[in-house]
């Protein structure tokens, strides 16, 4: 059966430049990066911790991954998250040269010889399909771009599940070929028959000068994006960071964007505290109960990282005013009309840690408009995500 005109044809493919041992370099630096980001991709589902309230957009009935996460180090998911988007931007050209480096074999053609090649040919398309859907969601999120209408977190833990299962199964069935082609010299440089361009073009570059742009691109990406997370000098030229810079630290959504007005924060805000019974408490007899004061990072999940004093009351302060000193979890509800980070729940351990806050003020201030004047909630080592601004409500359980 002859292959249609197009990639299907071996003739389409021109560079000689395909071989196992390129295959195998860019595999094995990739590997690395690809388990980083899948690693802390789970940590941050369990730090979302969806088993509390309706922090979970995913059932979670039968969830390994539900843990309660500490409070902890502070800078743990700033950690983790940080390498979770730094690590999974800086592997993309890694990941374009390893796929155009076997890429005839995706038009492999018939695409189907018979059942058993029909299962390789079905989990070489997961494998590829979840690889670009993660990436490109993923990258896209962290752009604040979001051009779909699906849920972004559910999907792309669904995802991220489909691209695990494909990569297992993918590695165990190429480690033999990796181990030959490191083994055995004389293979080095074999290039397999489907890789082999029958009408070859003059290379422009070498193997090795191949993998240095790969590098050249990899770092490029690493200058302009790890200074969201890292801060310092590196911050100013986190280009590709949205939130990179900014006047004093980053906004994740102004009270604007949010369509919180002044007047909804004004002489008439109230904190609705519940617990064993209900309370109503003005921002004056907040600040009348004692303050306390930490270097705390706030840390999102789109990447960014910023560190600041925040001054505020202690959750299980409000706990034991709302009566339930041992609370097992804390729902938090903002006044913000809309949107999908309005409330949020944390559980025990962060209730009980001494740092986590209402926080009323931040770097000796009151609270800006747009940091969630007049309190939020500021735990750490809890995503960013649920550090809820415009805190309306308390509720404790
Ligand atoms: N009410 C409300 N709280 C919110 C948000 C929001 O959109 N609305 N965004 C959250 C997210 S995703 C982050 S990262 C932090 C950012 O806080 P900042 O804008 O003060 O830097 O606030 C969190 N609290
Ligand atoms: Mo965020």
Known sequence: MRPPPGPARATFWRSPLRSTWLTTILGSILLPGVLVVAATGLLSHAAYQPHLGRNGLVPTDVDPLVIGWPASPSWLYALTQSLHVTVGIVIVPLLLAKLWSVIPRLFAWPPVKGPGHGLERLGLLLLVGSAVFQFATGIANAQLYYPWHFDFVAAHYYGGLIFIAALVLHVATKLPAMRRAYRTRSQVLAVPEDLRAPEPEEPTLSRRELLWLVGAGAGALAVTTAGQSIGGPLREVALLAPRGTGESFPVNKTARVARVTPAMVGAGWRLLLVGDGEAELTLEELAGMPQHTYALPIACVEGWTTTQRWTGVRLRDLARRA????????????????GAFRQATVGPGQIADPRSLLALRVNGAPLPLDHGYPARIIVP???????????KELHFT
């Not at 041992?326 to 009309?337: C, K």
């Not at 080592?381 to 805190?391: F, N």
């Open 381 to 391: 080592a809890l995503p960013g995500v649920h550090c809820t601004k415009w805190v």
């Open 323 to 338: 009566g339930l000193a041992d609370a097992a979890a804390l729902q938090a509800g903002s006044l913000q009309p809309r």
